[in-house]
């Protein structure tokens, strides 16, 4: 299977008929979470199961909160237990208040199997053991159906990002171009040379300009890798959001604000998706 960016939402599912189990089937739902958590909704008796299931799923997923949900219908695998040796003990001693008291009732059979630790229900270990072959290949093709929801997701959300970082690129382009000329026209309306570098310490914005247009470069180079760079996006993303606040504070002009606050907007945009990335 191909790699690619995936989103950390998707949802995956199969099921099949497996003799002496009857319906089995497997049900995958992923969302957003930090790291990867696995969740495990399990028959009873088949707890046995998680850590097999959890090793699948991190061959997989690197990233997001998966929940597993296994459902069998029609598994017989528990038997009935008597306990015969308790049994005997419970109806001689029955028997002897029986002589004591003098009771003439008969002892029913109902009686008998409600006393405690009479009947039980004996789980077939070795059939349930039996299972996970078949629901190894089932988990699988589940995991796939999941990766590829998360992938196509993944698809749209890098289209998105890659067009909103191009924004960014543009209108950053923009404010560079404006800055020279702002400058000279605010130079031209100053007197001294004292003043002429204060202003120019204070509102100089070269360098932050060009420390955005890195991360800007830096973001669209993750975009194009494979595997899990939702980590890596969000970091990046919070220092051009860092370097769009400076620019803001240093800011003189009007056109370059403007463009600062598209800037900004376009930023928190970007984050809030590039969340969405495993």
């Not at 180079?221 to 769009?244: C, H, T, W, Y």
Request: charged share 30%; aromatic share 6%.
């Amino acid at each position: 299977m191909i790699k690619t960016i995936q989103s950390m939402t998707g949802f995956g599912s199969r099921e099949i008929e497996v003799a002496p189990f009857g319906k089995i089937s497997v049900e995958l739902r992923s969302s957003n979470h930090k790291f990867l958590e696995a969740v495990f909704h399990l028959p009873e008796g088949f707890l046995f199961l998680e850590d097999r299931l959890k090793k699948e799923i991190e061959a997989k997923i690197k990233r997001g909160r998966v929940v597993c949900a296994i459902n069998i219908m029609g598994a017989e695998t528990s038997n009935v237990f008597i306990n015969r040796p308790l049994l005997k003990r419970y109806i001689s001693t029955l028997k002897q208040i029986k002589r004591q008291l003098q009771i003439k009732d008969e002892i029913s059979i109902n009686t008998l199997i409600h006393l405690p630790g009479v009947l039980s229900l004996e789980e077939n270990r070795n059939l349930k053991a039996n299972i996970w072959p078949a629901l190894k290949i089932l988990a699988r093709r589940s995991l796939e159906d999941l990766v590829k929801a998360r992938q196509k997701e993944g698809r749209a959300l890098s289209g998105f990002l890659k067009n909103s970082s191009e924004a960014l690129k543009t209108n950053l382009d923009i404010i560079k171009t404006r800055f020279k000329k702002a400058v000279k026209e605010k130079l031209s309306h100053i007197n001294t040379d004292e003043e002429r570098a204060g202003f120019l310490k204070d509102a100089d914005i070269t360098e932050e300009i060009q420390r955005l247009a890195f991360h800007i470069r830096n973001f669209k180079n993750k975009l194009s890798k494979n595997g899990p760079v939702g980590k890596e996006l969000d970091f990046i993303a919070q220092e051009m959001q860092r370097e769009a606040n400076t620019l803001a504070a240093k800011s003189f002009d009007l056109v370059i604000s403007a463009r600062v606050v598209q800037i900004k907007s376009q930023i928190e945009k970007i984050r809030e998706q590039a969340q969405n990335i495993e």
